[in-house]
Structure formats: C-alpha cells, structure tokens
C-alpha cells in the first residue's frame, strides 16, 4: 500500500497518496502491534507523509513527520549513523527549512546529508544520490546571488540525471526541477526570455508527468513566476508609454506657446 501511495504521489494525486498511506499505517499496527512505532516501515510511512505535506505546503506538517522518520532510523541505526536512510530524511528537512526561508538550517542539514551520502558510497560522485545534494547547494548558492556557482552545481545535478532519465526523453519531475532552477537564475540575471524559456520547459514537462493536473503545486508556482514577470514587463511598457507620451505633449505645449508670442 505504501507503494501504491507513492505512484499516486508521483503522479500528483496527493490525496489519493495519503489514503493509501494511512490505510498501510492500519494495516502495519495491527500487525506489529505494541512494536510498531518504531519499525522501519513505520519510520517509511512518516517520510512518505512528509513528502505529500511538503508538496501541500504544509511545512510545519512535513517537518514533524520527516522529524519523526529521523528519530525512528536514528534509533534503528545506533551502531551505524551513516545510513543513507538518514541522509535522505536530512536532505528532505533541509529542503523543508529551505521553503521556510531558513537557509541557515537548510544548508546545515544539505550538509549533513551529503557527509553520509559521501561515506556511503565513498567518494563515487557522479551516484544519482549526490544529484538532489548538488542541486540543494545550489539553490543556497542562488539565494546567496552566487549565480555562477549555482549555475555550476545545477549543471552537476542535470549532468546526473539526464542519463538515467534519457530513456524517458527526459520526462521526469528531476529534469523539470533542473529547467525550473536554471530559469531562476536568469530570471535573477535579468535575462528574462532565457529565464522564460526554462520556466516554460519545467512546465512542459510537469504537465506530462502530471498528466495535465494543472493545479499541482510545481506547476503553480512557476506559472505563478512567469505571469509576475509578464506582468513587470507589462508595466514597464506602460511606463515607457506614458513617458513617450508625455514628451509628446511638452512637445506640443511648447509649440502652442511658441506660436501664441509670434
């Protein structure tokens, strides 16, 4: 049932997600009975519930439960605090701190995650584990105005990704997070049409993957981007207008009193 929930999740039937996870969550008590808080699955059930909140925007909702995941593999791993479990339940508090603006705690626990993900798979850097560590460094990077370095380890990510996903023609939401990041930046560059450009490709792929659900989170928000950016573009038309046609009637003012003292 976990698994069901998560292809719901993908999908972006969050909703639905949640159904399948509560109902594992049933399912796995009545089978573990006075033991069951701290099992492994139940610690999987938290992450997973984290993981919808945290598309939901329900931070604080998102952040008890990757916390509770935490607490759960913690315990479980005692004699080995280098599991990748942990690393991934840290990666995902660290993108929960990073929605709340809390970049401070967000970088530290980006950090932690990849110190595990290191160890773990000694130094091999190009594993598909380091591509969300790199891709968290550089949305740091872009808050910090650090555009090139941000750039860079985005470019790390996608560099990542894209053989793994190639099969699919590169229809994956990984893919569409690396156009979506990108057009941030130049976005913030103020190369708007190059930031457009990549917004729109994120957007483009979202509405594949998501099968045209045009009200998942991703894709709002980065229609949300767009239209706030059209907008600006808008008004400084209009301003540019006015202004033109201001010229143009100091223009004529001074015509009319030129002509009125001949």
Known sequence: LLYIGSVYYKKGDYLKAIEYYEKSYKILKSIYS??????????????????????????EIALLNY????QIWTNLFSMNRNHIFIAYVYNQIGSVYYKMRNYKNASE??????????KVHRDKIDHLDFA????????????????????????????????IYSNTSLNNTNIAIHFKNVGLVYMKKN?????LNYLNRAIQIWNIVYENNKTDPDIVSTQTIIYNSNSKNINYDLI????????????????LILTLFQ
Do not use: C
């Open 34 to 59: 006075d033991n069951f808080i701290d099992h492994s699955y139940i610690a999987f059930y938290h992450y997973y519930m984290g993981q919808v909140y945290f598309k939901k925007n329900n931070n």
């Open 67 to 70: 916390e509770r995941a935490l």
């Open 109 to 118: 626990y980006y950090t932690k995650s990849f110190t595990i993900k290191k």
């Open 132 to 163: 969300s560590s790199f891709n968290n460094f550089g949305l740091i990077e872009l808050e910090n105005d650090n555009y090139e370095i941000a750039l860079e380890y985005f470019q790390k990510s996608y560099d990542i990704w894209k053989p």
């Open 191 to 195: 190369e708007i049409e190059k930031g």
């Open 240 to 255: 540019y207008f006015l202004k033109k046609l201001l010229i143009l009637f100091l223009y004529i003012f001074l015509l």
